[in-house]
């Protein structure tokens, strides 16, 4: 098993670019989510999905996007990327929910100018 | 309001015992995480309390007192791979499923 896979790992947008971070995993888990983690932060949630049709917001919603039309894939689309998105963005996935053992990916590191 | 604290870094020598705190203000209780995170990689479970007490893992145990709203991990037998940042999380309310808060993590630097 590949576990959870994401891609890029890393990316330099500019201002105003649109792009989007796949997320995919093998697990078959019903729940995914996408954080970002910024220095001196814990991590924020910015949107889960408890099955495929079905998503939420989290934290820090805004400025982003996702779907989730299959089980295994959850891609988050950045609709006009802006400096302050500039972090690392992991999925991650477990069997139901936040409250079971989470897998993560191993992040994108994105950089907007 | 909901919130996670814990130090943002220590130091300990390598074969020591090493303990890191975490305390916790959520609406509720519903269990609380550890997790760790070498630097530049993903982060990847360690425990998970529900109960108050201590549970042990091999070289690493976990404590929780949920009417002090408190936790620790306890590192013993520190090896140079234990350097990394440890965090803590819970969910913010009793009912929520989807949803954890997180600490902004404790790194701990381990000296030979």
């Known amino acids: 098993n590949a576990g959870v896979t994401q891609t890029p790992k890393f990316q330099v947008l500019k201002t105003g670019q649109s792009m989007t971070l796949q997320c995919a995993q093998d697990m078959n888990h019903e729940y995914m989510s996408w954080y970002r983690q910024d220095p001196g932060m814990g991590l924020r949630l910015i949107h889960y999905s408890v099955g495929a049709g079905i998503t939420d917001q989290g934290e820090v919603p805004n400025g982003y996007n996702v779907s989730r039309s299959t089980t295994e894939d959850f891609p988050l689309r950045l609709l006009s990327a802006a400096p302050s998105q500039t972090s690392v963005y992991f999925c991650?996935?477990?069997?139901?929910?936040?409250?079971?053992?989470?897998?993560f990916g191993p992040g994108t590191r994105l950089t907007v100018l | 309001g909901q919130n996670i604290d814990q130090p943002t870094e220590m130091t300990a020598t390598e074969g020591a015992i090493v303990q890191i705190n975490c305390t916790y203000q959520?609406?509720?209780?519903?269990?609380l995480f550890w997790y760790q995170q070498h630097a530049g990689e993903a982060p990847t479970f360690l425990s998970y309390n529900v109960l108050d007490g201590l549970e042990e893992k091999g070289r690493f145990s976990s404590f929780l007192s949920r009417s002090k709203g408190y936790s620790y991990l306890l590192l013993k037998e520190l090896q140079m791979k234990d350097s990394a940042s440890y965090l803590c999380?819970?969910?913010?309310?009793?009912?929520?499923?989807?949803?954890?808060?997180w600490g902004a993590g404790t790194k701990l630097i381990i000296k030979p």
């Open positions: 999380a819970a969910p913010p309310t009793l009912d929520s499923n989807y949803q954890l808060i």
């Open positions: 991650a996935s477990s069997l139901s929910g936040s409250t079971d053992t989470q897998y």
């Open positions: 959520t609406s509720g209780f519903n269990g």
